[in-house]
């Protein structure tokens, strides 16, 4: 199986700050990365696809990019709704373990 | 737009088989060109992905719970259930139901979740 791995586990940061968060695959899979946000008590909700499509809706300040086995999540200018936990996938399979993004 | 619902016991006895079903609405599960997933998180951990099937009654498991999940199909109902058997304390968490997009390869659609506890 092909594992992801995310990090940093956990950050802080302030409102207007760039924050990047990494994925990194075992083995390549191509552009098959996607990223969720999840706040407390809900259900994820997915930002990017295909690693650097962004869903309709989803704010520009959300990116993604990479390829092979190495991805990023990037927030260009952090804003307070933005304080969340990101998740990583492989395609329709496994997730990275999470970066929480703190105040 | 299609909605997922999970329902099942909130509680189980540990060595029981937990089950749930996932009905979903606003779209039928025999169009095709989807998975139908089960995903759970533990209590304060990170999404953990389960398994999924197709329309056809493919499956494809997580292979660290593969030995005790079966996943499967009603057509006619429009739902999609998870039964996972010998369970622990280990196995509390929320389950989530989803679908997956099979073209995009992207999971695109969630239930809102369901707590499954297991005690005695």
């Known amino acids: 199986d092909i594992q992801m791995t995310q990090s940093p586990s956990s950050l802080s940061a302030s409102v207007g700050d760039r924050v990047t968060i990494t994925c990194r695959a075992s083995?390549?899979?191509?552009?098959?990365l996607n990223w969720f946000q999840q706040k407390s008590g809900k259900a994820p909700k997915l930002l990017i696809y295909?690693?650097?499509s962004l869903r309709s809706g989803v704010p520009s300040r959300f990116s993604g990019a990479g390829s092979g086995t190495d991805f990023t999540l990037t927030i260009s200018s952090l804003q307070p709704e933005d304080f969340a936990t990101y998740y990583c996938?492989?395609?329709?399979?496994?997730f990275g373990g999470g970066t929480k993004v703190e105040i | 737009q299609v909605q997922l619902q999970e329902s099942g016991p909130g509680l189980v006895k540990p060595s029981q088989t937990l089950s749930l079903t996932c009905t979903v609405s606003g779209g039928s599960i025999s169009t095709g060109g989807h998975y139908w997933s089960w995903i759970r998180q533990h209590p304060g951990k990170g999404l953990e992905w389960i398994g999924y099937i197709y329309y056809s009654g493919f499956t494809y498991y997580n292979s660290s719970l593969k030995s005790r999940v079966t996943i499967s199909v009603d057509t006619s109902k429009n739902h999609f259930s998870l039964k996972l058997s010998s369970v622990t304390v280990a196995d509390t968490a929320v389950y989530y139901c989803a679908r997956a997009d099979i073209a995009a390869r992207v999971t695109d659609s969630w239930g809102q979740g369901t707590l499954v506890t297991v005690s005695s």
């Open positions: 083995q390549s899979i191509d552009n098959y």
């Open positions: 996938q492989h395609g329709a399979l496994a």
């Open positions: 295909g690693a650097s």
